[in-house]
């Protein structure tokens, strides 16, 4: 496991690419889409992440993930994400992932389970102590169900010296992001498929943690940020936000992100596991459109 400090810029959240009737997970475009952040660099990678399908995928599947993108990643360091929220399920991908990632690992990425500060501290901990990993705490009330607010966030963060970093994603995302950064020193990273990007680095993001069909795009916004504050990012970032908002729609996102994945020759096949909402044909009649404004920007 790395014991480096935990990066700022782009970590990219991996989609786990599919293929067949099975469904099966197809390794050789999961070693394609690493290639793609390794070309950007991205400063790290997030395999089993909510849009990596990892709640869909068995343990053997999520070892098979995990091994495959450490493999192909070089030096770039994982977070893997848990998708398990009870405690003993949770410890047992956990100890599945720290194996599969090996020296790769950097962090597990958590869902916060609780919004009791003593509760979600206890959680933690066991994660942390049943693998000795650092943890990612991620605030996801879409995916997890569960509603945080800032402050009992960090009550619990303050009791766990093993949190490496904060994924925020409870909207609006840069009010949160402003909050948690004023009160710890620890890097919190904006998620969402970038739409809230440069608003969130504005309240002191550390980047962002997150998955999109052009993840190049982030890389230049982050960027551009650090050279030339907001409005050099806004202009560098404004041209690919209609993608970003049209990749972002609720429900069929991960349809949309896995279908341009495919039209850039990055995954086989844009399958998404059952019951994942499939992409309707209306939205990917558009497709093309979105791809033509951007064909020159990256």
């Not at 596991?273 to 020159?296: F, G, Q, S």
């Amino acid at each position: 496991m790395s014991t480096q400090p935990f990066a700022r810029g782009l970590w990219g959240v991996l989609a786990t690419p599919f293929t067949g009737s099975e469904y099966a997970v197809d390794a050789e475009s999961l070693r394609r889409e690493v290639r793609l952040y390794r070309n950007i660099p991205a400063s790290g990678l997030v395999v089993l992440g909510v849009f990596g399908e990892g709640a869909a995928l068995d343990t053997a599947e999520q070892a098979l993930a995990v091994r495959t993108v450490a493999e192909e990643a070089g030096e770039l360091p994982l977070v893997i994400g848990l998708s398990a929220r009870t405690t003993n399920v949770a410890i047992e991908q956990a100890r599945n992932a720290v194996d599969a990632a090996g020296a790769s690992l950097a962090a597990l990425m958590v869902q916060a389970n609780t919004p009791d500060p003593e509760a979600l501290a206890a959680h933690l901990a066991a994660i942390h102590r049943a693998t000795g990993a650092g943890i990612v705490l991620q605030d996801y009330p879409v995916a997890s169900g569960v509603k945080v607010s800032s402050a009992q966030l960090l009550a619990a963060i303050r009791q766990c010296p093993f949190i490496v970093a904060v994924k925020s994603e409870a909207p609006p995302t840069a009010a949160a992001i402003a909050q948690l950064t004023a009160a710890i020193d620890i890097p919190v990273f904006g998620g969402l498929g970038g739409v809230g990007l440069i608003d969130e680095l504005a309240a002191g993001a550390a980047g962002a943690m997150t998955g999109f069909s052009h993840p190049e795009a982030l890389q230049l916004a982050i960027t551009a940020y650090e050279e030339g504050g907001f409005s050099a990012a806004r202009e560098v970032f404004a041209p690919w936000l209609p993608l970003a908002n049209f990749e972002g729609q609720p429900g069929v996102g991960l349809a949309l992100r896995k279908e341009i994945l495919k039209r850039r020759g990055v995954i086989s096949e844009a399958l998404v596991r059952p019951p994942a909402p499939t992409l309707p044909a209306e939205l990917a009649d558009m497709i093309d459109a979105h791809l033509d404004a951007v064909k020159e920007l990256a």
